[in-house]
């Protein structure tokens, strides 16, 4: 507001200067934030830009898992604009001045006073976040100087919750900060800070050797806390092992901790003792590990805490694990005394321990054993057959006895060496039993020699014992002393076939009854519905069943969790148990050995153990029935059998069953009636008409009336429920002379409409009124048996129904209390044409089978027909509707081919395989069983529809249908659908309408009507149903737009396809092109699906609001109201005018709000979300107005739960991941159940996966985990075709492809399961027409119909055409650059589709909406007359299309584009438009010094800068030093919002970048990581003012096989191709693959022609050359960077300049060569030296003599090149590049050569890696520091070898291209970014660092280019470092030298000759 006049008003005044007012005061208590600011000079324009750039920097150190310390941080920016403008303003004329200037930003604001009074309040963690992202290491480690001067170490625990749990010790760090305030760090933190700690400080400075002892004191604190957790698990001297320790950090702090550590030792030492004395006194202790141990003290404090109950499921558990050995007869009684006791309040392990010692008893087993053996069996076969190989040594250790479980150990799943240590005390305990460890060589070094050692102690020893130990590779054993050597191999191994000893030992435990191999030669044979119908029986007999899916992660954690889970504790004896080995065909060796481990375990021991969670499953006291799903297609039985004895062999040798499942398709209700249908259509009795005399149709209703039935849901009853879908039923079934009663049942039974035929339609009308108006009491009963009987009786007693089909249709809620024997007996004695519909609601499952038999009619004979069915529901109402709808599609609503006559199973498939489409197998019943399920489901529309049953006017009315039915399911099967091109060929479909199920309808779609066959053409003409008619062209070609959505007629029927496959219950999965619009697709039909729902839920709303304003109004009628607005602003705007009425209307008024509002939000649906805590409050008045409104507000909003769920897959996704994603999805799906809507859940890219096991389960079993999915979520998957091989892997290896291709078109993907990929369909693409509609239909959509017709059309053409042409040209790029042997021309076509997409065009529109709205493209003189609209999508379109080209591609495009007939007479063209608009944004751009203003760099600059603030990615690709990084630089450097440099930029928001450097190793978390700091800094700001940019350095580095950007995918796209939350611009010297590529725009930077080279040229020596030098060319590419250091090196090196001339040397020029085009053999370093003389400086005829002249030798370029010294002058000619040694040796002899000839001396530090994979990340992340602290000191030269680990992080670094911090006394530092891991920090950088890269020759092609490229290159043998030592002798001795160098060559040919 404008200042007040001093005569204003005075309300007035103090409005203005109030907020002033409280501003000073804030400012006076933030003293430490105004000296921060004045510290760091941050007042002003220029000190804010400071402040932004140092900013910059802490935002992006700071770990995105402090939350609280983000929330801080974000509120220094406003702080410090507030401050900085105060500062900057303080020089005004007057104070009034000063306040308006303040003012008039709102920089008084009460956001901006709060948010300095917090940065008041944390100002010292702002200082310390500043220094550490100004890499300040001074005030790092004053930080550190705290916490040595106030810090202690605390080891703590919390109190356990009871005696069975042991308390988990905590390390914590707590210091005193400079304002006295207290901070606590936590373990994670410190370690950080000791990672920190060792990244700032150096080993020669003293605070290094602080830091040293800190980390020292750390360590020890951490040892003394693991000694007393380990004391605290095994409960030893818990007082000790519990008590709160105290380090104080001080000057004898290390001894101190020292002293504690010594005490901790002595103690660990007497807990082994005692530790081994209480486990010799109770040796049967050491048969169970600590884990079980614990578990049965837990279970035995459960016992006494419940009472000590002998039948409890604890008192069977401990029973359970006993069992592993020899119990004592009184076992249950002394474990009654035991639990009913006191613990003895020593150790919890000795009181278990004596326990389970008593509990067994001596076991002389292997007491014929003989003398003592250590057997080492060493087994030497192929990798397929050694899990079979350890079950034939079993066999052959153990002859004819089974092992126990004590006295095996895989060593394959140990985690740790306690295991390993308790194993071995067994073995010396028991010396009666024979011990066996398996896969030793898996252990760790450590473990094996803790084995060594123990059979060398019994070496030593004269105790008996018995070990063996298989081993397939040598291990430490081998030198062990007192061990015989056994070898195997596959000939010996055969002499022992184990499978009927494995079948004895699995029999003599007892637990498993059978185990059932299935299998199958194809995929879609049935396996798992034949597993899931024999496990259905089981549970119907009682048994306990579940299931259990081996993927590609399986791990024994998961199994036992899952067996725990769904077996739970006890229950039922026997158990059926389905294992889905869903895994690959050729799974890995980890997994292979997690699942051998588990089937061993289960099978021979009946329990499985984890070490890794110390969890175990005890199923030994149960019978287990097993069925084995084996989901790899071997063929015959005996494929089978060996691919079973190569990877899980027990599973062959135990398996008692291996069969497939049966071969005939299953002919069920719906498949029969189905063949009814298409016999009907093969025979012409469907055409057949309705004749009223025939056959007419009884149907019983029998319906629950308990109390239970009373029960509501939304409002409505189950019993009104289902009267409701009775009376449907009723209404589409029954006519005039039709059959009908209804009997209601509780305890009693009442007959409400008696049995009767229908003889008027008077009579239907009173039967109708009777349903509709049934009611219900509360009594209780249910006597179903009783009202079944009297059902009965009146059809037996009655001569209604004899010749009729007669249908009772029963629904109940509970078990009948009544007997069904009478009712079984009357059943069986019914007709054959009496059927029972049973609707059971809620029913256990144990009743099922009853009610199955009861449908079945107790199996009555000679009644083949019987069409009886129990169909069980949840007790949602949707279930409820859902049941009689199958009720009403089993009823036939007339007979018209019913008398046809019964078919058998046999007829059934006969007319099935008639009909069947040819692509469909039958052996592929998967794919058979979705066929007749689409058929089926259209036949539910003839079975319903009453304008087919009652035809009497149309002749073809069923064939004509029929046809058009069968043509559309073969289509909508059919994988291929990509040739279908709807505007040139017809398709004809159905479209079916079932929501109103009793009476379905349909209606017709023709693509194409003009090309319909005639003859079907009249047919259809000719039916006069409602609603069916042709469309004609005009229809189909009106089209809608649906969220920014055009629906195009393509898109229409995929949507249909998708809807179809859902509701025929046939998987859904789509292969397609990225890009084509899958996920906008299954999101558009989500929408759709839940639309009605979802209208209604909004309604419901507005109808609330509506009532909440009439009572509003009612009670308070003296308010006026406009009628303008929405209800809700009706409603807050009374609020307003009631707030100045009396407290009592207020609350009134309130009150009438809370009690409409919460009455509606309990009446609302399940598919609203949870009504938030909007408390209103309780005393009403003022104080309750505020929080009405926001009640109001939120209601208003119809806040729904989430419907979609996109999940999308990448191979770093295990399926713990996949789980918890699903997790929201169950949820919801369980909470909306009752309604009718589908959870749509979207699984993309699928084929990326890592567990495709499980991608399979849920799409194609729809379970996971083995639970089934719920009914209502709808499962739809997408993935990329299946296209591998890049260009680039074509022609060339990544190192040397070096941006020249621009496409790419391959997809990093895996094959498909055979079972997934059968059912997948072709979604295809576009077509060009189609594309073209679309465009067009998006311009009149962004323009609203404003643009002049011509030029949409005009604009619809540019695009659809540029589209087109980069196809083709990409086309032909592929076709050029690969062999035509290795690439077809139709797979080139369709990589080339896959170049462009609907994404592009989205694109194009999404840049032309940001340049007609926020970019500003300034006219130019040629474009003046340009309609904005096209200049702004002339540009666009240059982005997406034109700049991702090469060059030559580039003038073809320009060319096709210029001659389309709508471009001839077009002033503006592509390339002006484009040229005006960068011109405008280089102009204004500021350039560094010595940067040359290349059209290359111009791009950069302008693309990248457009695509941030339009949030656009981007992805750059070019080789090095083509101005990639750089133009991201300069951007940065520019776009400063309001404290930029220009007033352009200043009007632009400002770009904060977040920087990350890819290397080989990325990880995909890493990569999210990053996103997420952006996109939480992005919504802490204005994104007007301030755009968050993700910054991706080196993008081709990682490997693609690691697929770990492929998390890209999703992070890069918004919800319907929109923008995503961050800006996005990534580098890479190579096009990535084609999904990565189509979701950002690609700038590709083509090879610079002449007038780029000259631009580098004259922009680089900023003078002219002595020479004419314009024949300038590359002789390679990827040498720019090379090129543009030459002319440094040149323009460095060259004498002062004379008259603006650069005046060159022939010895400067060939110097410069010399440096920076090295490293490559002398013949080619000669041929670019005449290169590069013959094109500028000399004569051919000279260039020999001065190349002779000036080529110096190898070792003196390297000293020359050492020996330069860079200034403090970073300019861009004063930095001379880090250099690169590459060693023709094997042992970096040349590296120790340079150091004896002083080359390399003291001041070089040398650094390398050891190699060794232990502690191989501590020693990475040390040599990093060094580095690091080297580069900012700059004192030494750092030479580098064998650093191909860590190389990537420090590629900024080696970039040179520094960021500079200039501060205002002028001093300037240095930054570049250094990388570990996700982690990048800006570090500071001296100028006159220097580096040495060592390399061997032999690494040289595995490098990558861009590394290469940073350096001067030097290549180096050992002669050339021998003849640069002669040459530095003196003659005689260099004589002397050469003489004997010559005898000793004569003597060695002389020996020779000789020989």
């Known amino acids: 507001m404008p200042r007040p006049s001093v005569s204003g008003d005075l309300s007035e005044r103090l409005q203005y200067y109030l907020p002033l007012i409280d501003f000073f005061d804030a400012l006076r208590h933030c003293s430490s934030v105004l000296d921060l600011a004045r510290e760091k000079s941050w007042f002003g324009r220029k000190g804010l830009s400071t402040f932004y750039q140092e900013f910059e920097n802490v935002t992006n150190v700071l770990n995105q898992k402090q939350s609280y310390e983000m929330e801080v941080l974000n509120r220094l920016e406003p702080t410090m604009q507030c401050i900085s403008a105060v500062g900057g303003n303080l020089q005004c004329d007057s104070v009034a001045t000063l306040l308006e200037i303040l003012n008039a930003n709102n920089y008084f604001s009460h956001q901006n006073i709060t948010a300095m009074r917090i940065i008041q309040e944390n100002i010292v963690k702002i200082q310390d976040w500043l220094s550490e992202g100004m890499d ?233 054993l003989g003398s003592s053996n250590v057997i080492i069996h060493k087994v030497d076969c192929l990798d397929n057959t050694i899990f079979a190989a350890q079950l034939q040594l079993m066999h052959h250790i153990y002859k004819n006895r089974c092992p126990a479980s004590f ?83 596959d000939s010996s191994l055969n002499e022992y076939y184990p499978s009927q000893w494995l079948q004895g030992c699995v029999a003599s435990k007892g637990h498993v009854s059978d185990i059932t191999i299935v299998f199958s030669d194809s995929p879609g044979s049935g396996k798992t519905k034949f597993i899931r119908s024999q496990l259905e029986r089981a549970s119907a007999n009682g048994t306990q069943v579940a299931s259990i899916y081996i993927h590609e992660d399986f791990t024994l954690t998961r199994a036992v969790e899952q067996l725990r889970n769904k077996f739970g504790e006890g229950g039922s004896e026997d158990k059926s148990i389905h294992f889905g080995l869903s895994c690959d065909a050729e799974p890995s060796d980890e997994v292979l050995l997690s699942v051998n481990h588990f089937f061993n375990s289960f099978l021979l021991f009946g329990h499985v153990y984890d070490p890794t969670s110390g969890d175990s499953f005890y199923g030994s006291s149960h019978k287990w029935n097993v069925f084995v799903e084996m989901n790899v297609y071997t063929g015959d039985e005996d494929a089978a059998q060996v691919w079973l004895r190569e990877h899980v062999p027990i599973l062959s040798y135990c398996s008692l069953h291996i069969l497939q499942p049966p071969s005939d398709f299953i002919i069920d209700e719906k498949a029969r009636r189905v063949a009814t249908y298409l016999r009907a259509y093969d025979n012409g009795t469907i055409d057949r008409k309705f004749n009223s005399t025939p056959t007419n149709k009884t149907i019983l209703f029998v319906l629950d009336k308990s109390g239970s039935m009373c029960a509501t849901v939304g409002g409505r009853s189950r019993f009104q429920v289902a009267s409701e879908s009775m009376l449907s039923v009723f209404n589409s079934h029954i006519r005039v002379m039709d059959s ?238 990509t040739d279908t091109s709807w505007s040139v060929s017809n398709h004809t479909q159905l479209i079916y309408d079932f929501s109103q199920p009793e009476s379905p309808k349909f209606r017709l779609i023709c693509t194409s009507p003009d090309d319909l066959d005639p003859v079907q053409k009249e047919k259809f003409e000719q039916l006069d149903l409602p609603g069916f008619a042709l469309p004609n062209m005009i229809e189909l070609r009106r089209r809608e737009t649906l969220d920014r959505f055009v629906l195009t007629l393509d898109f229409t029927l995929k949507l249909l396809n998708i809807h179809e496959h859902v509701s025929c219950g046939a998987p859904c999965v789509m292969e397609g092109e990225t890009g084509v619009s899958k996920t906008a697709l299954t999101k558009m039909y989500s929408i759709l699906v839940n639309s009605q729902q979802m209208r209604i839920a909004s309604v419901s709303t507005v109808d609330t609001l509506e009532l909440t304003l009439h009572e509003l109004m009612t009670a308070f009628p003296g308010v006026a109201l406009d009628n303008d607005g929405c209800i809700l602003e009706q409603i807050l705007t009374f609020l307003e005018i009631s707030s100045q009425h009396t407290s009592t209307d207020v609350g009134r008024a309130v009150e009438i709000i809370d009690d409409k509002i919460s009455l509606a939000f309990l009446r609302r649906s399940a598919l609203f979300l949870d009504k938030p805590s909007l408390a209103v409050s309780n005393d009403g008045g003022i104080d309750g107005l505020e929080p009405a409104k926001e009640m ?72 996971l985990n083995g639970d089934p999915l719920e009914e209502n979520i709808v499962i739809v998957a997408a993935c990329n075709p299946v296209r591998k091989s890049s260009l680039s892997q074509m022609t060339a290896n990544r190192v040397t492809d070096l941006g020249r291709e621009w ?44 643009l002049p017709h011509s030029l949409t059309s005009r604009m619809t053409e540019i695009i659809s055409s540029s589209h087109e042409f980069i196809r083709e040209l990409a086309r032909d790029h592929i076709m050029k650059s690969s062999s035509s042997a290795s690439m077809q021309e139709s797979e080139a076509f369709l990589r080339a589709r896959s170049v462009v997409s609907l994404r592009d065009i989205q694109r194009v529109f999404h840049l032309t909406d940001y340049f007609l709205n926020q970019f500003t493209l300034k006219e130019s003189n040629s474009d003046m007359s340009t309609h904005p609209f096209r200049r702004a999508m002339l540009v666009s379109v240059a982005i997406v299309y034109y700049l991702r080209l090469d060059s030559a591609a580039r003038n073809i495009f320009v060319k096709k584009l210029s001659s389309l007939p709508t471009e001839m007479d077009e002033e503006c063209g592509l390339l002006d438009a484009l040229g005006s608009a960068m011109n405008t944004v280089v102009e204004a751009t500021e350039i560094p010094e010595g940067i040359s203003l290349t059209s290359g760099l111009k791009e950069n600059i302008f693309v990248t800068l457009v695509c941030t603030l339009a949030r656009v990615p981007l992805m750059i690709i070019g080789p090095p030093g083509c101005s990639k990084t750089l133009a991201v630089s300069i951007v940065n450097d520019n776009a400063n919002g309001e404290e930029s440099p220009s007033q352009y930029y200043r009007d632009l928001a400002r770009i904060q970048p977040f920087h990350y450097q890819c290397s080989k190793a990325s990880t995909s978390n890493e990569v999210a990581a990053v996103f997420s700091r952006a996109e939480q800094r992005q919504m802490t700001v204005d994104r007007a003012r301030q755009q968050c940019l993700v910054f991706m350095d080196e993008a081709g580095l990682p490997e693609e096989e690691r697929e770990s950007l492929k998390v890209l995918h999703y992070l890069l796209e918004g919800h319907m191709s929109s923008s995503p939350n961050v800006a996005f611009v990534c580098i890479t010297n190579h096009t990535l693959d084609a999904a990565k590529s189509n979701r950002c725009v690609s700038l590709h930077r083509p090879e610079p022609d002449m007038e780029e080279l000259s631009c580098i040229l004259q922009g680089v020596l900023g003078q002219k050359l002595q020479h004419d030098y314009n024949g300038v060319e590359l002789v390679c590419f990827e040498q720019q960077r090379d090129f543009i250091h030459f002319l440094k090196f040149l323009r460095r090196s060259a004498p002062p300049v004379e008259d603006s001339i650069l005046h060159i040397t022939e010895e400067v020029f060939v110097n410069a060569l010399e440096r920076n085009f090295n490293g490559i053999d002398k013949e080619q370093f000669a041929n670019i030296c005449a290169y590069f003389m013959a094109k500028g400086l000399s004569s051919c005829d000279q260039i020999k003599p001065v190349l002779e002249k000036h080529i110096r030798d190898p070792m003196e370029v390297i000293h020359n090149a050492l020996s330069e010294q860079p200034t403090n002058d970073v300019s861009r000619y004063n930095l001379p590049r880090y250099k690169m ?62 650093v191909e680990g860590v190389s990537e992080c420090f590629y900024d670094l080696f970039n040179q291209h520094f960021k500079e911090f200039r501060k205002e006394d002028g001093e300037v530092s240095y930054f570049a970014n250094i990388a570990i891991g996700g982690v990048s920090r800006p570090c500071l950088i001296s100028p006159s660092f220097q580096c040495i890269v060592h390399v061997q020759s032999s690494q040289l ?29 003196t003659p005689g001795l260099c004589d002397i030298l050469n003489q004997s160098l010559q005898h000793s060559q004569d003597f060695v040919e002389s020996i020779g000759a000789n020989s």
Not at 407 to 433: G, M, N, Q, T
Not at 1307 to 1332: H, M, N
């Open 407 to 489: 006295e095996y150990l895989d060593a394959s799943c140990i985690k740790s060496s306690e295991h390993v240590a308790i194993f071995l005390e067994r073995v010396r305990a028991f010396p009666e039993h024979i011990f066996l460890i398996a896969y030793v060589e898996r252990l760790p070094a450590s473990e094996q020699e803790l084995i060594a050692t123990f059979i060398a102690q019994h070496a030593r020893s004269a105790d008996t014992m018995h070990l063996h130990c298989i081993q397939s590779k040598d291990t430490v054993l081998y030198a062990s002393p007192g061990v015989s050597i056994s070898s195997w191999n």
């Open 1303 to 1346: 496409v790419s078109g391959h997809y990093q993907v895996r094959q498909l399961p055979p079972s997934l990929s059968t059912i997948c369909w072709d979604f295809g693409a576009l077509k060009r027409e189609q594309e073209k509609e679309f465009i067009q239909q998006r311009i009149i959509m962004m323009m609203d119909e404003s």
């Open 740 to 977: 009908v009663g209804l009997v209601l049942f509780d305890h009693c039974v009442e007959e409400v409409v008696p049995f009767q035929r229908i003889e008027s339609d008077q009579d239907l009308i009173s039967v109708r009124r009777v349903i509709a108006n049934l009611t219900i009491g509360p009594d209780g009963g249910t006597a179903m048996y009783t009202a079944l009987q009297r059902v009965l009786q009146s059809v037996n007693n009655s001569a209604l129904g004899r010749d009729e089909d007669v249908w009772i249709v029963c629904l109940t809620d509970g078990q009948s209390a009544d007997t069904p024997q009478l009712v079984s007996q009357q059943l069986r004695n019914t007709p054959d044409n009496l059927h029972v519909i049973l609707i059971g609601v809620g029913l256990e499952d144990s009743y099922h089978q009853a009610m199955r038999d009861l449908c079945n009619k107790y199996h009555a004979v000679n009644q083949p027909n019987n069409k009886g069915i129990f169909l069980p529901t949840a007790l949602d109402i949707y279930d409820i509707e859902v049941a009689f709808n199958e009720v009403a599609s089993r009823i036939p609503v007339s007979q018209t081919f019913e008398l046809d006559g019964a078919m058998s199973d046999e007829q059934c498939r006969d007319w099935l395989d008639r009909y069947r489409p040819h692509f469909i197998s039958p052996a592929n019943k998967l794919v058979y069983s979705f066929w007749v399920s689409f058929i089926y489901r259209r036949i539910r529309v003839f079975d319903a529809s009453e304008d087919f049953n009652y035809n009497e006017t149309y002749d073809s009315l069923g064939s004509s249908l029929m046809k058009v039915m069968l043509d559309e399911s073969e289509q909508m099967l059919m994988r291929d659908q």
């Open 1901 to 1929: 092609a595995n490098l990558p280019a861009p590394f290469l490229n940073r350096f001067e290159k030097f290549q180096l043998n050992i002669d050339d470092i021998l003849r640069w030592r002669l040459k530095q002798l």
């Open 1781 to 1842: 040694i590459i060693d023709h040796t094997n042992d970096d002899s040349v590296t120790r050569l340079l150091q004896i000839s002083g080359v390399l001396n003291s001041s070089h530090a040398f650094y390398k890696l050891s190699g060794i994979d232990e502690g191989a990340e501590i020693e990475k992340l040390n040599l990093v520091s060094k580095v690091k602290f080297a580069a900012q000191y700059g004192k030494k030269t750092v030479v580098l070898s064998q």
């Open 1192 to 1263: 109001l507000k939120w209601f208003s909003e119809s806040h729904l739960e989430q419907l979609f769920f996109d999940i999308n897959i990448h191979a770093s996704l295990t399926a713990d991941d996949i789980n918890e994603q699903l997790i929201e999805a169950k949820r919801v799906a369980r909470k909306v159940a009752g309604l009718e809507i589908k959870v749509v859940v979207f699984l993309d890219e699928i084929n990326t996966a890592s567990v495709l096991g499980l991608i399979k389960e849920i799409i194609v079993d729809r379970s």
């Open 136 to 368: 300040d290491m001074a005030g790092i480690l004053s930080k550190f100087a705290l916490i040595q001067s106030s810090g202690r170490i605390v080891i703590s625990s919390e109190d356990s919750m009871d005696e069975a749990t042991t308390p988990e010790r905590e390390l914590s760090l707590y210091f005193s900060r400079s304002d006295a305030s207290n901070e606590v760090m936590n373990e994670s933190e410190v370690r950080e800070l000791v990672q920190y700690l060792g990244f700032t400080t150096h080993e020669s400075d003293e605070s290094r050797m602080h830091v040293e002892r800190f980390v020292r004191v750390y360590e020890q604190c951490g040892n003394v806390m693991a000694c007393q957790q380990a004391m605290a698990d095994v409960g030893f001297g818990s007082g000790d092992a519990t008590k709160r320790l105290e380090f104080i950090l001080s000057e004898n702090s290390e001894d101190l901790a020292q002293e504690w550590l010594d005490e901790a030792d002595t103690m660990i030492e007497e807990c082994k003792g005692w530790l081994g004395q209480v486990r010799s006194s109770n040796r049967q202790s050491l048969l169970f590990w600590k884990d079980e141990l614990r578990f049965i003290f837990r279970c035995m404090c459960d016992i006494r805490s419940g009472g000590g109950d002998q039948g409890s499921v604890e008192w069977q558990l401990i029973m359970s694990i006993l069992s592993r050995m020899p119990l004592h007869p009184d076992c249950s009684n002394l474990l009654a005394q035991f639990a009913s006791e006191a613990p003895s309040g020593g150790s919890w392990l000795e009181d278990v321990s004596i326990f389970v010692s008593e509990c067994g008893i001596e076991d002389h087993i292997t007491s014929s």
